[in-house]
């Protein structure tokens, strides 16, 4: 076997001029085996086999400098630079990165991961060589999906002025990870076609001399075409043809798919693990997105899809893309222009979704606060790969909550499982302001989901309780955190794990210390100590909390959502004796922008962006009266929703219908028995009463804040109320209105 004696350049050297095409061979084999075993990039490197055993044929590797762009296509170049034991020893395979990588060997320059880099990287050594007085070649090597990149465009202009050897191999097999696109690629096939010859041609545009070869995957012909270009005393671009995927069928005709890929069986192609687009698989991230995006476009004309050069990560499959036309957009490999084309879209009306990489994104800085947030425009940066993975350093996302967070105006979510990514996209169309949505490769197993249905908002939840060591995480590292916590488990006593985007119920220590507990359970306790036998106590928190990773909380409001009372509505029904209606048989009423107390407090910070309402009306013949003074009565017949219109200023908590009026009246003219509830509220209250219409044929809704007609007691023997219920919250329990509240009770 050739390859096992071949893994040096100089051995390269050695061979017989009729063995190169032999050891070739060897090599797509070997990859072709290893990757099978563990995944791999296995279309670029299959077709640069060729291209890299004439480098090393010709050119004296690391004095000469052979810079690779990005390195997807370096396996070839790390079989034969000593480390072909990773792609042909089984119990080796995948022990090399999968990049270049200096601390690997000397003939790594860079580690390199990201795109359109090798042509500056190149200027930079020719210069530096220039500047010693030294003499040897530097060779850079861009695929065509590189030159979408406006760094490879910066670096080409800049080549043109050198006056001394840099050699720029232009790879070309007409595919970026997905399809081209773009005017250049127009260019690129006109001169394939005319071997070179055509009139028009970029890279003569911009001063450079230029060759074409068509043969790209032949040996021989690119050893006698780089023979001649060795030691050239200008700058020169080599314009190669080559078959992404060569001498493996599958990946041959659908490079996309093979671009990168798990293990799978050579004989047939077939993947064998999941995950990947083009198999059937458990929901992955790619999924969800798909799904979202694609239901979002279908309701709405300008909600767009972009992304640079990685459709599979919004999973969008080429049915999808065709199916989304205009709606969707691949820039190519140009993450800046994403974003600043995003930019335009939003500021045009349409609402963009920018799906790109954790690590690629970075490339964007610049664009994302410029372009983006200090112009507060809608942006949504759907941004796949957050965390740790096994990758390399150049492909690990964990930075993006460092830079994203610095940026103003933008929402950072990171989602943990599929179904909390689904729940932040819809909240991601919910706001006018941008929004960036990170997550992992995979999701996060046996961890508390966001229920798909149900309306997100940013919340902490609680994964695990205890009092010695608290372990904050976030998005894909929610799973490292609670694998951690495991093995920490014998060395402490106890943890906490928080989900950061969440929040635990938290009665303020003043109040705590006061009465003398400690917690919300005992703070419990302490209220059912003081109570008569006649007063029954519900447990709202106990039910709440059980429930906490959902929507329970206003995230600008302290107040209840509507799906918070119907929880602690569910409690009381039990202990009253009455079968609770489900959520189901509710009609769902929607309300936005709503802003709470905490946006008001803030002094309207632009920090805090609008919550939306959502409401419950009950089923049945239901009418509302309110009374807004004394004897002004408004009718509200059938819940008409002229009432929630207005939620700005002191009239914000109107979108829950009761709002903070003295008095409201419900009426269920389906219920005869005339039976009577009175619900005695503040604030927190508001949401809670819709609920109670199921059960009585009258509901009055007092907040006592604002009521003067009667005592409580008057006003139970008036109205022949039958059950009194206390809904309020703990700091206006202690008020001067709660003293008021007591006494009337006792008059």
Same mark, same amino acid.
């Given at each position: 076997?050739?390859?096992?004696?071949?893994?040096t350049p100089?051995?390269?050297?050695?061979?017989?001029?009729?063995?190169l095409?032999?050891?070739?061979?060897e090599?797509r084999?070997?990859?072709?085996?290893?990757?099978?075993a563990?995944?791999?990039?296995?279309?670029?490197?299959?077709?640069?086999?060729?291209?890299?055993?004439?480098?090393?044929?010709?050119f004296?590797?690391?004095?000469?400098?052979?810079?690779?762009?990005?390195?997807?296509?370096?396996?070839?170049?790390?079989?034969?630079?000593?480390?072909?034991?990773?792609?042909?020893?089984?119990?080796?395979?995948?022990?090399?990165?999968?990049?270049?990588?200096?601390d690997?060997?000397?003939?790594?320059?860079?580690?390199?991961?990201?795109?359109?880099?090798?042509?500056?990287?190149?200027?930079?050594?020719?210069?530096?060589?220039?500047?010693?007085?030294?003499?040897?070649?530097?060779?850079?090597?861009?695929?065509?999906?590189?030159?979408?990149?406006?760094?490879a465009?910066?670096?080409?202009?800049?080549?043109?002025?050198?006056?001394?050897?840099?050699?720029?191999?232009?790879?070309?097999?007409?595919q970026?990870?997905?399809?081209?696109?773009?005017?250049?690629y127009?260019?690129?096939?006109?001169?394939?076609?005319?071997?070179?010859?055509?009139?028009?041609?970029v890279?003569?545009?911009?001063?450079?001399?230029?060759r074409?070869?068509?043969? @790209?995957?032949?040996?021989?012909?690119?050893?006698?075409?780089?023979?001649?270009?060795?030691?050239?005393?200008h700058?020169?671009?080599?314009?190669?043809?080559?078959?992404?995927?060569?001498?493996?069928?599958?990946?041959?005709?659908?490079?996309?798919?093979?671009?990168?890929?798990?293990?799978?069986d050579?004989?047939?192609?077939?993947?064998?693990?999941?995950?990947?687009?083009?198999?059937?698989?458990p929901?992955?991230?790619a999924?969800?997105?798909?799904?979202?995006?694609?239901?979002?476009?279908?309701?709405?004309?300008q909600?767009?899809?972009?992304?640079?050069?990685?459709?599979?990560?919004?999973?969008?499959?080429?049915?999808?893309?065709?199916?989304?036309?205009?709606q969707?957009?691949?820039? @190519?490999?140009?993450?800046?222009?994403?974003?600043?084309?995003?930019?335009?879209?939003?500021?045009?009306?349409?609402?963009?979704?920018?799906?790109?990489?954790?690590?690629?994104?970075?490339?964007?800085?610049?664009?994302?606060?410029?372009?983006?947030?200090?112009?507060?425009?809608?942006?949504?940066?759907?941004?796949?790969?957050?965390?740790?993975?096994?990758?390399?350093?150049t492909h690990?996302?964990?930075?993006?909550?460092?830079?994203?967070?610095?940026?103003?105006?933008?929402?950072?979510?990171?989602?943990?499982?599929?179904?909390?990514?689904?729940?932040?996209?819809?909240?991601?169309?919910?706001?006018?302001?941008?929004?960036?949505?990170?997550?992992g490769k995979?999701?996060?197993?046996?961890?508390?989901?966001?229920?798909?249905?149900?309306?997100?908002?940013?919340?902490?939840?609680?994964?695990r309780?205890?009092?010695?060591?608290?372990?904050?995480?976030?998005?894909?590292?929610?799973?490292?955190a609670?694998?951690?916590a495991e093995?920490?488990?014998?060395?402490?006593?106890?943890?906490?794990v928080?989900?950061?985007?969440?929040?635990?119920?938290?009665?303020?220590?003043?109040?705590?210390?006061?009465?003398g507990?400690a917690?919300?359970?005992?703070?419990?306790?302490?209220?059912n100590?003081?109570m008569?036998?006649?007063?029954?106590?519900?447990?709202?928190?106990?039910?709440?909390?059980?429930?906490?990773?959902?929507?329970?909380?206003?995230?600008?409001?302290?107040?209840w959502t509507?799906?918070?009372?119907w929880?602690?509505?569910?409690?009381?029904?039990?202990?009253?004796?009455?079968?609770?209606?489900?959520?189901?048989r509710?009609?769902?009423?929607?309300?936005?922008?709503?802003?709470?107390?905490?946006?008001?407090?803030?002094?309207?910070?632009?920090?805090?962006?609008?919550?939306?309402?959502?409401?419950?009306?009950?089923?049945?013949?239901?009418?509302?009266?309110?009374?807004?003074?004394?004897?002004?009565?408004?009718?509200?017949?059938?819940y008409?929703?002229?009432?929630?219109?207005n939620?700005?200023?002191?009239?914000k908590?109107?979108?829950?219908?009761?709002?903070?009026?003295?008095?409201?009246?419900?009426?269920?003219?389906?219920?005869?028995?005339?039976?009577?509830?009175?619900?005695?509220?503040?604030?927190n209250?508001?949401?809670?009463?819709?609920?109670?219409?199921?059960?009585?044929?009258?509901?009055?809704v007092?907040?006592?804040?604002?009521?003067?007609?009667?005592?409580?007691?008057?006003?139970v023997?008036?109205?022949?109320?039958?059950?009194?219920?206390?809904?309020?919250?703990?700091?206006?329990?202690?008020?001067?209105?709660?003293?008021?509240?007591?006494n009337?009770?006792?008059?």
């Open positions: 076997m050739l390859l096992t004696q071949t893994t100089e051995d390269v050297k050695a061979l017989d001029r009729a063995e095409p032999l050891l070739c061979g090599i084999h070997a990859i072709l085996e290893s990757s099978a563990v995944g791999g990039h296995v279309a670029p490197n299959l077709g640069v086999v060729e291209l890299t055993v004439a480098l090393h044929r010709v004296n590797s690391p004095t000469d400098k052979i810079v690779f762009d990005v390195s997807h296509q370096t396996y070839a170049h790390k079989a034969l630079t000593g480390r072909a034991y990773t792609y042909i020893d089984p119990a080796r395979y995948g022990e090399a990165s999968g990049f270049a990588n200096p690997e060997s000397e003939h790594d320059l860079f580690a390199m991961g990201h795109t359109s880099t090798s042509v500056s990287l190149g200027c930079g050594l020719a210069h530096a060589r220039d500047l010693a007085g030294d003499s040897y070649n530097v060779i850079t090597i861009i695929g065509d999906g590189s030159l979408s990149g406006g760094l465009f910066e670096g080409f202009n800049n080549a043109a002025e050198l006056d001394s050897n840099l050699i720029i191999i232009v790879n070309d097999n007409d970026s990870i997905a399809e081209n696109h773009g005017g250049l127009r260019n690129l096939a006109e001169l394939r076609a005319s071997n070179g010859t055509c009139e028009r041609n890279f003569r545009a911009m001063g450079l001399d230029y074409y070869l068509d043969a @790209g995957n032949d040996v021989l012909a690119l050893v006698d075409e780089l023979q001649e270009l060795r030691n050239i005393d700058p020169i671009v080599l314009h190669v043809s080559t078959a992404k995927g060569k001498g493996f069928e599958p990946a041959q005709s659908d490079p996309e798919r093979w671009h990168h890929v798990g293990p799978f050579m004989a047939t192609g077939r993947k064998l693990c999941p995950g990947h687009p083009s198999e059937p698989a929901r992955t991230y999924d969800i997105t798909g799904e979202a995006l694609s239901a979002a476009i279908e309701r709405d004309p909600v767009v899809g972009i992304t640079a050069a990685t459709p599979y990560i919004m999973g969008f499959t080429p049915e999808l893309r065709a199916a989304a036309g205009k969707f957009v691949d820039v @190519g490999i140009a993450e800046e222009h994403a974003v600043t084309m995003a930019a335009g879209l939003a500021a045009g009306g349409a609402r963009p979704f920018v799906a790109i990489y954790d690590s690629f994104l970075q490339r964007a800085y610049d664009q994302i606060l410029l372009d983006v947030c200090e112009q507060h425009l809608p942006v949504c940066f759907l941004v796949d790969r957050a965390g740790l993975i096994e990758d390399g350093v690990q996302g964990v930075y993006g909550n460092a830079f994203l967070t610095q940026m103003p105006g933008l929402t950072v979510l990171n989602a943990a499982t599929c179904d909390e990514l689904q729940a932040m996209i819809r909240y991601a169309l919910t706001l006018d302001a941008p929004v960036a949505i990170r997550y995979t999701e996060t197993e046996n961890v508390a989901v966001w229920p798909r249905e149900k309306p997100y908002a940013p919340m902490w939840p609680l994964l309780t205890g009092d010695e060591l608290a372990i904050l995480a976030c998005g894909a590292m929610v799973g490292q609670m694998r951690a093995l920490l488990e014998e060395k402490c006593r106890v943890f906490d928080f989900r950061l985007h969440g929040t635990t119920i938290m009665l303020p220590r003043e109040y705590r210390e006061e009465i507990v917690c919300e359970e005992d703070i419990l306790a302490y209220v100590s003081q008569g036998e006649k007063v029954c106590c519900v447990d709202t928190f106990t039910p709440l909390v059980a429930h906490n990773s959902e929507y329970l909380y206003f995230r600008t409001d302290h107040h509507a799906l918070g009372a929880y602690a509505y569910e409690e009381w029904a039990k202990m009253a004796g009455f079968t609770p209606v489900t959520l189901d509710y009609e769902e009423i929607v309300q936005e922008p709503f802003l709470g107390s905490f946006y008001y407090k803030a002094h309207q910070s632009s920090a805090l962006l609008p919550d939306q309402v959502y409401g419950y009306v009950p089923p049945g013949d239901v009418h509302l009266y309110i009374n807004q003074g004394h004897n002004d009565t408004l009718t509200y017949r059938g008409e929703q002229t009432l929630i219109t939620i700005h200023g002191t009239d908590y109107l979108c829950f219908l009761t709002g903070d009026f003295p008095l409201c009246t419900f009426v269920n003219n389906d219920i005869t028995d005339g039976s009577a509830c009175l619900l005695v509220k503040d604030s209250g508001n949401p809670f009463g819709y609920y109670l219409t199921q059960h009585y044929q009258y509901v009055y007092m907040d006592y804040r604002k009521y003067v007609n009667h005592t409580l007691t008057r006003f023997d008036y109205y022949d109320v039958d059950d009194v219920i206390f809904c309020l919250s703990s700091d206006q329990a202690q008020s001067g209105g709660g003293n008021k509240l007591l009337g009770l006792i008059k």
